[in-house]
T-cell receptor, first 112, second 112 residues
Framework: QQQVKQSPQSLIVQKGGISIINCAYE??????FPWYQQFPGKGPALLIAIRPDVSEKKEGRFTISFNKSAKQFSLHIMDSQPGDSATYFC???????????FGTGTRLKVLA | KAGVTQTPRYLIKTRGQQVTLSCSPI?????VSWYQQTPGQGLQFLFE???????NKGNFPGRFSGRQFSNSRSEMNVSTLELGDSALYLC???????????FGSGTRLTVV
């Protein structure tokens, strides 16, 4: 019940295309859902995050869609660029615990 | 502002030895968490400290321990190293869990 299932494991997208990464969870106590971007040799960096009281959040080319009833959330990267090539992790956390449950990661490659 | 600083960046140890890793959080962040990252297991939560107290602990053996000092700097220690402890160890600090983590670049530990 503490797992966060992330798919796909890897993704190849043409420059200018849309990259979509999905995550699903079971624990309804989760109330914060961030996405992290990690480049080789670096720690993950917070990209965008959402709370379950909204269904969508957009920041630039990055959008989180959240479906509370289905217990799923996804990251959409519009107009994908080669510089977006990285590993993306979704995560979920319960209030007050500070314990993040991370998905297994998606390696995105954007072809020039 | 300065980010999360982890030292050392790389470390090679022999089985059976012990190791201490250091983390300096962002100024003002009192919560410090540690994660182990491996290709097979992804990001696994080790523990979280807040105001010098361990608030949360993951499912790692007692060989993994940590502490936090009054200036919020944190250390983690692994005793009796095993080959399977080879991983990237990431430290993350946070003001509040709704702010998300800021990760350091990690310490790459190799056990030979």
């Amino acid at each position: 019940q503490q797992q966060v299932k992330q798919s796909p494991q890897s993704l190849i997208v043409q420059k200018g295309g849309i990259s979509i990464i999905n995550c699903a969870y079971e624990n309804t106590a989760f109330d914060y859902f961030p996405w992290y971007q990690q480049f080789p040799g670096k720690g993950p960096a917070l990209l965008i995050a959402i709370r379950p009281d909204v269904s969508e959040k957009k920041e630039g080319r990055f959008t989180i869609s959240f479906n509370k009833s289905a217990k799923q959330f996804s990251l959409h990267i519009m107009d994908s660029q080669p510089g977006d090539s990285a590993t993306y992790f979704c995560a979920a956390v319960t209030s007050g615990t500070y314990k993040y449950i991370f998905g297994t990661g998606t390696r995105l490659k954007v072809l020039a | 502002k300065a980010g999360v600083t982890q030292t050392p960046r790389y470390l090679i140890k022999t089985r059976g030895q012990q190791v201490t890793l250091s983390c300096s959080p962002i100024s003002g962040h009192r919560s410090v968490s540690w994660y182990q990252q491996t290709p097979g297991q992804g990001l696994q939560f080790l523990f979280e400290y807040f105001s010098e107290t361990q608030r949360n602990k993951g499912n790692f053996p007692g060989r993994f321990s940590g502490r936090q000092f009054s200036n919020s700097r944190s250390e983690m220690n692994v005793s009796t190293l095993e080959l399977g402890d080879s991983a990237l160890y990431l430290c993350a600090s946070s003001l509040d869990h709704f702010d998300g983590y800021t990760f350091g670049s990690g310490t790459r530990l190799t056990v030979v």
